[in-house]
């Protein structure tokens, strides 16, 4: 069997940049809508801040409205969650995420909770969680999202497919294997406290590995001819005393078995901020009456 096809999440979210830009072009033409997406940052988070500039850079790149809203690490909830009521009211912004982690005395669940539905671009409050598992219109979290662009790209039509999700949380295992199901695949969400985890992976079509453990899924966890999505990203020691990132796949050994694989970095990873853009001008058309 042939090595795998590596797929270039890279490539893929730089397409979806430009016609995400060409969209919010016409919209600024034919209504006089600009999409507008509201940051929050909490502290001081190196990885967060990353993204946060990121996120912000990538905004202005496709002629959206951004605003970066940074906070001391001491800011209490309750400033928090009243700046996040202001940007629920404010029409300019369609798109309201704050960047977790926060420091420990906010609640995540909290913060989540006091973002408006129509404006939870990340996909997080129980209103969107909801109707994504009722089959109903909703904004949905930007990574799962992603995946399932990637995949469909490289498989087409998805229905009868059996796929393993490795991994649970709120984020991206439980609304991913919610996409998945939409598709009509068949589909198990595994996890750490899973009996024979390399059995239950074997007999997909397609997994997606977001469990944060780095190489975790081998060669002989993967049905040969599989599509694997790895969403980790982890930080791993080299022999030089520096760091590089790895995913929650053995990535050398696996592309030997399966069809085709995302690296880390330069697979997933680059999906989600386009994702979030294409979820903010969507938010953006609903909040307006436009239609899709």
Known sequence: ????????????????????AAEVAALKAEHGLTPGLAVVLVGEDPASQVYVRSKGEQT????????????????????????????????????????????DHISQADVVAAISPDKDVDGLTVANAGRLASGLPALTPCTPTGCMMLLRDQLGELSGKR??????????????????????????????????????????????????RPQMVKADWVKPGAVVIDVGINRIPKDDGKTRLVGDVAFDEVKAVASAITPVPGGVGPMTIACLLANTVLAAKRLNGIGE
């Open 1 to 20: 069997m042939s090595e795998a096809a590596i797929i270039d999440g890279k490539a893929f979210a730089a397409r979806l940049r430009q016609t995400i």
């Open 60 to 103: 202005l790149e496709a002629g959206m409205h951004s605003e970066t809203h940074r906070l001391p690490a001491e800011t209490s909830q309750a400033e928090l969650l009243a700046l996040v009521e202001r940007l629920n009211s404010d029409p300019a912004v369609h798109g309201v995420l704050v960047q977790f982690p926060v420091p």
């Open 163 to 212: 796929a393993v999700v490795i991994g649970r949380s709120n984020l991206m295992g439980k609304p991913m294997a919610q996409l998945l199901l939409a598709a009509d695949c068949t589909v198990t969400i595994a996890h750490s406290r899973t009996k024979d985890l390399p059995a239950v992976v074997r007999e997909a079509d397609i997994v997606v590995a977001a469990v944060g």
